[in-house]
């Protein structure tokens, strides 16, 4: 008899935590932007409090992925000063493509400028930004926004570096 309750507890506890898992893991849930400006002086921060709620969601995503990427190349160049980094980010304007809203840090490219050959030309970018300041981020941000726009583009990749004179430097394609 005990043998039977014991079975008759397992299969009701099972029955009911199957379904319960199932729902709980089977919703997407959405990539969201933050709303709500943490300041924190201790890290990089590519606008102000009031540039941050004005903008719109592509622009705080973009960001978001910025000061991320800057964040993260600080700690590796604190940890490792002889080594230059360099950050890749793309960022699509549908929020939940996760295979174009992503960030990629790695070792920077030392480049050879004595020898070059033609098939080695780099691409032209679309657009530059130098910010060392708060404002210029911020146009800088708007500008690539406004470029996806004109040339109907989804998405953009944007390279972020580092410069000895510790602004940043966004190259987007």
């Not at 043998?3 to 199932?22: D, R, V, W």
């Not at 990427?69 to 002889?82: H, T």
């Not at 004595?114 to 970018?125: F, G, L, R, W, Y």
């Not at 926004?145 to 000895?164: G, L, V």
């Amino acid at each position: 008899m005990k043998n039977y309750q014991s079975n008759l507890l397992k299969n009701i506890f099972f029955t009911l935590a199957i379904p319960f898992l199932i729902f709980s893991c089977s919703k997407e849930k959405a990539m969201v932007t933050r709303t709500t400006y943490i300041e924190n002086g201790a890290m990089y921060k590519s606008v102000t409090k009031e540039e941050y709620l004005k903008a719109t969601a592509l622009e705080r995503r973009f960001i978001d992925q910025i000061d991320g990427a800057v964040n993260a190349l600080d700690i590796l160049k604190k940890n490792n000063p002889q080594q230059n980094y360099v950050a890749i980010l793309t960022i699509d304007k549908d929020p939940n493509n996760k295979f174009h809203n992503s960030i990629l840090i790695g070792i920077a490219e030392s480049k050879n400028t004595d020898i070059k050959v033609d098939s080695e030309t780099e691409p032209v970018p679309d657009g530059k930004c130098h910010i060392c300041g708060l404002k210029s981020a911020y146009n800088c941000i708007s500008e690539v926004e406004k470029y996806m726009e004109s040339k109907n583009k989804n998405s953009i990749s944007a390279t972020i570096t580092r410069t000895d004179d510790n602004c940043v430097d966004i190259i987007y394609h």
